[in-house]
DNA sequence: TAAGGAACAAACAAAATAGTAAGTATGAAA
DNA sequence: TTTCATACTTACTATTTTGTTTGTTCCTTA
């Protein structure tokens, strides 16, 4: 799945300072362009399920969306939940680590949601 | 300076979601590798000079620490101070809305160091 | 007159992330 | 027996971000 470079510059820059850092952590987490969304759709709605994430991030790739949604469980930040069934019912929440993201969310949309009116 | 491809899907969805949601509109100021550093080191020193940063930035190459100061003081979350000096001396420092972070940084500092540690 | 420091700039190259299009598995319903 | 729906894979391509190297400017001091 991943594809690094072990010795890249920007591989190593990345493990250095996510070990030495915690802002930089955090931010390796949750980074990117799709990873919050899919937290705070979560954060809202509970649980959803792969079509519903899907139809939620507009514009988003299936490719990507499965790939983000593996990182997001690697991580420990969501669940996969999988109903034996046909045809197949997988359904995500996120995990108590994940909530624990709420308030960073929060306050994350409130700054944007301030700050974006300015430009409008 | 900018080279994003006006109509890429890849741009247009951030465009869509930078002007929808305000978590995308945040972190598309203070995403990718080296931006919230630069932000909490500023936050933390009050100003700094160029080099002052590049030495605390473990890593960085100077195309893209000049590069991402240019970006934020573009996005007006730094400030930059020009000495009429030789050799010169140039100075950086947070804006009111660069000051406005504040919250969040420490919110997702906390939030690492704590997760860090469960891993070491 | 040559070297030196600070803060970049420019040309190029590598790496990482994102997107496209087509295909797979499963069993039930038509 | 073919179609259908869901949740993905896979192979490939494009875009974006990051890094490397060398060079510039301007006055100052040796």
Redesign the interface.
Known sequence: MKLRKENS??N???I????N???????SLI???WK??IL?YLLAEKKLRYNELKSRL???SERILVLKLKELEQDDLIKRIVHAQVPPKVEYELTE?GQ??K???I??????????KKLF
Chains 1, 2 share one sequence.
């Open positions: 510059t920007n190593i820059n990345e250095y300072w996510k070990e850092c915690g802002i930089a952590f955090t931010l980074g990117g362009r919050i969304n705070s507009t514009g988003i680590l624990s993201f308030e960073i969310l306050l994350m949309d409130q700054w944007g949601e301030t700050n974006l």
